[in-house]
């Protein structure tokens, strides 16, 4: 069986619907699990407090804001090579998703920054690019509503698509990048030394597993509503040729 068979809009959708439900349960489960535990029966942290409890949000927020773009770079590229439809409608429905957990990173992240570092924002390397990938989900949703012909559409918010990633990756790796900033490092790392202590450390992994399993699921039913949307404009234009 080849992946490019769910490319087929009629595949897509009896793939689709019926691994959707388990998506939805599953993220209700790990979510619901995340921000009980991490919220309810995780200790304050000694300099922090309880607003340390924040990162069960902000951190899975923040990392979906990056790989959502991530995911429409691939299906963008995808739809140049390719030319599938399913692809390019699977990044228009992420797009809003994307600018929603973008938000959620930009705000939570106020709220810790005003008891941490005294301010609400800061011109940080890496919350100065969240803040362009904000600008840029912003354009990528305004170019879809702005042209019309699906074709044209679809290209150029492809290659708006293939800039944005650059501020994608910035918003990533920007500590990285720069060695100043108020940002602090990664909150999960495969150095032991560097991630949060282990009390905070699993139900801040279930809460990531959750939001990535409500992006799954959003995402689904956002493409499965713009395949049909397709098709309803589709037979409309036929009906008003006939």
Known sequence: ???????????FMQTSGAVLPWFAVLSI??????????????????????????????VPAALMAINIWVMMLVTSL?????????????????????????LIALFTGAIWGQPMWGTYWAWDPRLTAFLILLMFYLGYIALWQAIDDPET?????????????????????AVNFWNQGLHQ????????EEHVADV??????????GFVLLF????????RTEIRARRLAALMARERNQ
């Open 1 to 11: 069986m080849s992946l490019w068979e769910y490319a087929n809009p009629r595949k």
């Open 29 to 58: 489960i790990f979510l619901s699990t995340g921000m009980i535990w991490g919220f309810s029966f995780t200790p304050e942290a000694e300099n922090f407090g309880s607003s340390v409890k924040i990162m069960y949000v902000h």
């Open 78 to 102: 995808v739809w140049l090579v390719r030319r599938h439809h399913v692809s390019v409608l699977a990044a228009r429905a992420a797009a809003p998703i994307g600018l929603v957990m973008t």
């Open 153 to 173: 559409v679809a290209d150029l918010t492809s290659v708006l698509c293939m800039v944005g990633s650059v501020f994608a990756l910035l918003s990533r790796y």
């Open 185 to 192: 490092g990664a909150s999960l790392s495969l150095d032991k």
């Open 200 to 209: 905070y450390y699993w139900p801040l992994l279930i809460s990531m597993a």
């Open 216 to 223: 799954i699921t959003l995402v689904l039913i956002r493409t």
